[in-house]
C-alpha cells in the first residue's frame, strides 16, 4: 500500500467506480479525464481478476500523478499486487479490520451499505469511508434495495467524523436535490463515464458539491 498518514476527507469527496458497460471509449482514458476534471478517488471494480489488475495497475501512476487515490473492489490480493492505495469491501467481504491486517495500517478501506446500522458496524470495524445507498433510484439495484432518499442519507452523514459518500443515480442532473444537509461525498458510476466529455462532468459535481457545502454551512 502507499498512502501514507491520515487522510483528508476531502479526499474521498468524489469517487468514481468503474464500470466497463457504460464507458464510451476506453475506460483507462474515460476515468484519467474524469479524474483531471476533480475526481478524488477512483474504486476498480471488474469481475474479472486479471482485467481488474491490469486496469488497476494502469491507472495507478496517472492517479498518484493527479492527488487521486485508488481502490480496488473487494480483492485485497489484487490491490496488494497493483500498489492501490486500498480496497472497497463489500458486506459480504472480509471485515476491515482484517483487510487492514492484509494490506498494512496505512491501507485505505472502504465498504458499501445501505443502512444507518451497517455504516455503524463499518465504522466502528475501522472503515476509513463508507458509500450508502442507493440515494436515488438506479438501475443496478432496481428490486434489491429501495432508494434511501436525501433524508435519510443526510442523517447518516451527520452522525460521523468519517466521510459518508452518497450513491445511487447520481449525476449533474440531480446532485442538487441532495441540498440541505451535509454531503461529504458522492460516487457515480454512469454520471461519470455515460457521458460525452468525463471532465466536465466531473466538474459540474464538484461545483454542485461546493455550492451544496456553502448552503449547509450557511444553515
Known amino acids: ?10 479526499r474521498f469527496r468524489l469517487m468514481l467506480i468503474t464500470d466497463a458497460r457504460p464507458a464510451r471509449g476506453p475506460l483507462a ?3 484519467i479525464r474524469a479524474v483531471s476534471g476533480g ?6 471494480r471488474e469481475p474479472d481478476p486479471s482485467a481488474q489488475l491490469a486496469l488497476a495497475r494502469e491507472l495507478r501512476d496517472p492517479l498518484r500523478d493527479e492527488g487521486a487515490l485508488l481502490v480496488v473492489n473487494d480483492r485485497l490480493d489484487v490491490a496488494r499486487d497493483a500498489g492501490a ?3 472497497h469491501l463489500k458486506r459480504s467481504s472480509v471485515p476491515p479490520r482484517e483487510a487492514r491486517e492484509h494490506l498494512g495500517p496505512d491501507a485505505v478501506i472502504g465498504i458499501s451499505t445501505h443502512t444507518p446500522e451497517e455504516v455503524d458496524d463499518a465504522f466502528r470495524d475501522g472503515a476509513d469511508y463508507v458509500v450508502f445507498g442507493p440515494v436515488f433510484a ?5 428490486g434489491i434495495f429501495d432508494p434511501r432518499g436525501p433524508e435519510l442519507y443526510h442523517r447518516v452523514a451527520r452522525e460521523y467524523d468519517r466521510p459518508v459518500l452518497a450513491l445511487g443515480g447520481i449525476d449533474e442532473g440531480n446532485v442538487c436535490a441532495l ?24 466538474r459540474a459535481l464538484c461545483d454542485a458539491l461546493d455550492r451544496i457545502a456553502r448552503e449547509d454551512g450557511a444553515r
Open 179 to 202: 441540498a440541505g444537509g451535509p454531503v461529504p461525498g458522492v460516487a457515480a458510476i454512469r454520471g461519470l463515464l455515460d457521458v460525452d466529455d468525463p471532465a466536465r462532468a466531473a
Open 39 to 44: 475526481v478524488t478517488i477512483v474504486q476498480v
Open 138 to 142: 438506479t438501475p443496478s439495484k432496481a
Open 29 to 31: 482514458a474515460a476515468v
Open 1 to 10: 500500500m502507499t498512502t501514507p498518514g491520515p487522510i483528508s476527507p476531502d
Open 85 to 87: 492505495d486500498g480496497v
